[in-house]
Nanobody, 115 residues
Framework: QVQLVESGGGLVQAGESLRLSCSAS????????IAWYRQAPGKQRELVAA???????NYADSAKDRFTISTDNAKNTVYLQMNILKPEDTAVYYC?????????WGQGTQVTVSS
């Protein structure tokens, strides 16, 4: 069973930054896709950013120009650097990784942005 453990969430003020980390118990170098999702209260879980196996990235429109997804294959860790945070970024952020046909989720980390 693969484990994904997120960390780095917290309470910040609007305009500040946070870096989320997701540590995997399996080599992320071989993952098909690694992504960050988020879910705000009363809303559906949505994709924030993803890295696909060819190395391409894609972002939600709300994350473009503010968030950056990156990986450290040696540490089996994926990061989400979030800058210029807004109150609407408040959500639980989840890490997701897919190896072939198996998809795994972390337990989530809370990000709260105050105005």
């Amino acid at each position: 069973q693969v484990q994904l453990v997120e960390s780095g969430g917290g309470l910040v003020q609007a305009g500040e930054s946070l870096r989320l980390s997701c540590s995997a118990s399996r080599s992320i170098f071989t993952a098909k896709t690694i992504a960050w999702y988020r879910q705000a209260p009363g809303k559906q879980r949505e994709l924030v950013a993803a890295i696909n196996s060819p190395g391409t990235t894609n972002y939600a429109d709300s994350a473009k120009d503010r968030f950056t997804i990156s990986t450290d294959n040696a540490k089996n860790t994926v990061y989400l650097q979030m800058n210029i945070l807004k109150p609407e970024d408040t959500a639980v952020y989840y890490c997701n990784a897919v190896w072939r046909y198996d998809s795994y989720w972390g337990q989530g980390t809370q990000v709260t942005v105050s105005s």
